[in-house]
């Protein structure tokens, strides 16, 4: 039986080339509008695992996200990270002249504006999503529009590529996190971690967490503090770990158990760095 794979978006969205990626053909698609919905769908059991972006090489982390994840005691038990390439597509037959819109998600649009500075005669319009634009513009059989996408909806929406690979900057990295209500199990392959802590307002508290984790051999990969709503000017925050033996990472947990204020295990995977 195949798994139901909750994303945020529709087909031909980077998060369904993530899926894509990671489940190969084994999955169901479930579309959703939002990542609160995406976060529903998984409690409700309509689908089994989700993907969810986290950070972006460019524009750092997705903060609510990461609440979303913690909030909802799910746990991260794998990760993707995604090259962002971005192309200008349209219905067959066009060229950039003939052009007279550019329809998508305004970070994509800001991702290319370089590429579309130098044709002043394209009309910018924000859209709420790349792929969905790229839908709509085949099956309205919309002249003289194009959308900003991937590689993977001009294919779903037999669009033609006039433009490839226009963002600004290339090497943009996505890592994004696959999503479960169960938690791995310890194996050999395990070899990363995300946790999150709160410490107590001390000089020095934060850094005496960062040399246990040094001391127990933990390479830090990743930091990020989050407020937390409910007391203003305090901060949880979010670690990400990645060690060569699990008994390293066991013995660090059992004393940042001792050290933090509270301690919680995000989820335990294979690192997939490139």
Request: one cysteine or more.
């Amino acid at each position: 039986m195949k798994q139901q794979i909750a994303i945020q978006g529709i087909q031909g969205s980077f998060h369904h080339q993530v899926a894509l990626a990671y489940f190969q053909d084994a999955f169901e698609l479930v579309e959703c509008l939002s990542f609160e919905a995406v976060a529903d769908s998984l409690l409700r059991g309509h689908a089994t695992q989700a993907v969810m972006a986290l950070e972006n090489s460019i524009a750092g982390a997705l903060l609510p996200n990461y609440a979303l994840i913690d909030r909802n005691d799910f746990h991260i038990v794998g990760e993707q990270y995604l090259e962002i390439q971005q192309n200008l597509m349209a219905l067959p037959g066009q060229s950039l002249a003939s052009l007279q819109e550019v329809h998508s998600h305004p970070m994509a649009l800001l991702q290319c504006m370089e590429f579309l500075k130098q044709h002043p005669h394209l009309k910018l319009v924000e859209d709420k999503d790349t792929a969905e634009t790229a839908r709509r513009i085949q099956a309205q059989r919309l002249q003289g529009i194009a959308a900003i996408g991937s590689v993977v909806a001009a294919e779903l929406f037999d669009l033609e590529i006039i433009a490839p690979q226009i963002q600004t900057v290339n090497n943009n990295l996505t890592r994004f996190a696959i999503v479960s209500r169960q938690p791995n199990a310890p194996s050999n392959t395990i070899n990363k971690a995300s946790v999150k802590f709160e410490l107590h307002h001390q000089r020095g508290s934060l850094a005496a967490v960062l040399n246990v984790m040094s001391d127990c051999r933990l390479n830090l990969t990743k930091i990020q503090s989050l407020p937390k709503i409910e007391s203003p000017f305090t901060y949880a925050f979010f670690v990400d770990v990645t060690f060569e033996d699990y008994g390293d990472f066991e013995k660090a947990t059992a004393l940042l158990n001792l050290m933090a204020s509270s301690f919680k295990l995000l989820g335990i995977y294979q690192n997939t760095l490139p």
